[in-house]
């Protein structure tokens, strides 16, 4: 056996800035050093971050900073359960697929135990989205959750100060010192809240185009690989896709908005393209987790989760457990709305061509359905609507978008920057596929 050699801060750096490869116990100290304040300050973490960023990480190394960033925290038992899954978005706008996919998912026969984040900048949260329900709580004890895993195949809680407090300390670091953008970094990022979070079998949703991280296809494919090897390395069953996000995703962009859409889609009633990603995404978790034998089988019995009624039935009961009033499932009319609608004209004939994503979550944002710093609160009645999607021809006197605002200054100033976000064209465009690629 070779003795354990753990490094001092300056030469853990000085070994990642020349090219060398770091050992996993390295790594480990490294990190826990860190953590109880023994080792690295802030300033030599963000150094190494820098050279991590610059030199990059293999496959061990990636693994190792993932497996520190898990053992800084507690870790979901998820026990016995069988079938438990979860599921994860690079960040989208407009993406409300949680609040169908986990549902379809749970009718199914599959647990979707999900630590969810709060939204910031300009994509939103999955728990901001679920509090637009009156009394919805978020902050269920563990044993809590687990019952309510077991009893109703759905729950969703926040992050606690105690869930993978390296990667939300590191996170930081990391948004302060340009070095969020690296492929091993957001791998280890992602991976260890999976990780930590229990699930037997993940699917990884790595969105591409205008509104992603990262914005070409390739790349994104490469994210997503890095992802699923750590993810089966660590012994969860883990696949990708990569999936389009050069426009929002659905029409609604704004919690009660979103969540009245992710109302409708799981009547069956909602945008093709929310629905085809549930379906996509919700086939990997249905195969991966061995209840089905084929993708086709999966997508059937999503199909009947919705079609019998089952999936939305489960949201009811999901909503009502975490204490959320869920007669608003039957009433969505009834959710937060805002006072003032405003339409944007197209001004234009044509067709649409694209909808930047990240303009439309910015002009959202910016009426009070996201967070411009952390800690702000959120107004869950405001949004934008989009009515006309990529591909879709337009009359001058056609609307693309409503917003729905809480003042008027506030309604004409996001309605110019929603009209900014389109783009017309005259000749029909290609549409882009929604899927681009599954990973393995
Ligand atoms: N989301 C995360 O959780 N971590 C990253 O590093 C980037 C996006």
């Known amino acids: 056996m070779t003795a354990t050699r753990v490094l001092r801060p300056y030469d853990f750096i000085q070994k990642k800035r020349d090219g060398g490869k770091m050992g996993e116990e390295e790594i480990r100290s490294f990190v826990a050093g860190y953590m109880d304040g023994t080792g690295a ?33 507690q870790v979901l038992d998820l026990g016995g359960l069988a079938h438990t899954v979860d599921k994860h978005s690079t960040g989208g706008v407009g993406d409300k697929t949680t609040l169908v996919l986990g549902p379809m998912v749970a009718a199914a026969g599959a647990r979707l135990a999900k630590i969810s984040g709060r939204g910031l900048g300009h994509t939103g949260g999955t728990i901001d989205k679920l509090e637009s329900f009156p009394g919805f709580r978020s902050d269920l004890a563990p044993e809590e959750f687990l019952a309510q895993v077991q009893r109703v195949g759905l729950a969703v809680i926040g992050q606690t100060k105690d869930f ?25 990022s992602v991976m260890s809240k999976k990780l930590a979070s229990g699930a037997r079998s993940i699917v990884l949703d790595v969105k591409t185009g205008g509104g992603a991280f990262m914005h070409t296809p390739e790349k994104a494919a490469e994210l997503a690989r890095a992802m699923v090897e750590i993810g089966e390395l660590a012994g969860r069953h883990t696949a990708a896709l990569v999936t389009d996000m050069d426009q929002p995703l659905g029409r609604a962009v704004g919690n009660a908005l979103e969540v009245a859409e992710a109302i409708a889609t799981l009547k069956g009633q909602g945008p093709l393209d929310l629905f085809e990603l549930c379906l ?29 009624g089952r999936a939305l039935e489960t949201f009811r009961r999901f909503v009502a457990a975490q204490g959320g009033d869920s007669s608003l499932v039957d009433h969505p009319q009834a959710l937060p709305a805002a006072p003032l609608l405003q339409a944007v004209r197209a001004g234009r004939a044509g067709y649409v061509a694209a909808i930047n994503a990240e303009g439309v979550g910015r002009a959202a944002m910016l009426l009070g359905a996201g967070r411009a710093r952390k800690g702000d609160t959120i107004d869950p009645a405001v949004g934008v609507e989009i ?16 917003v729905h605002a809480r003042t008027p200054g506030a309604a004409t100033d996001v309605a110019a920057l929603v009209s900014s976000a389109f783009r017309i064209v005259s000749e029909k465009p290609s549409v882009r596929p929604l899927v681009f690629a599954r990973i393995p």
């Open 164 to 188: 993978v407090p390296a990667d939300a300390r590191i996170y930081a670091l990391r948004d302060v010192t340009a070095t969020v953008e690296s492929i091993p970094l957001i791998a280890a």
């Open 280 to 308: 996509a995404l919700g086939s990997e978790l249905l195969t991966l987790s061995g209840l089905v034998d084929s993708r086709d089988a999966a997508r059937s019995a999503l199909e009947g989760a919705v079609k019998s």
């Open 387 to 402: 009515l006309a999607k990529v591909g879709d021809p337009i009359g001058p006197r056609d609307d693309l978008a409503v």
């Open 41 to 73: 300050t802030d300033y030599q973490m963000s150094a190494f971050l820098m050279a991590a960023f610059f030199r990059g990480l293999d496959r061990e190394e990636t693994l190792a900073l993932t497996r520190a960033y898990v053992e800084s925290g």
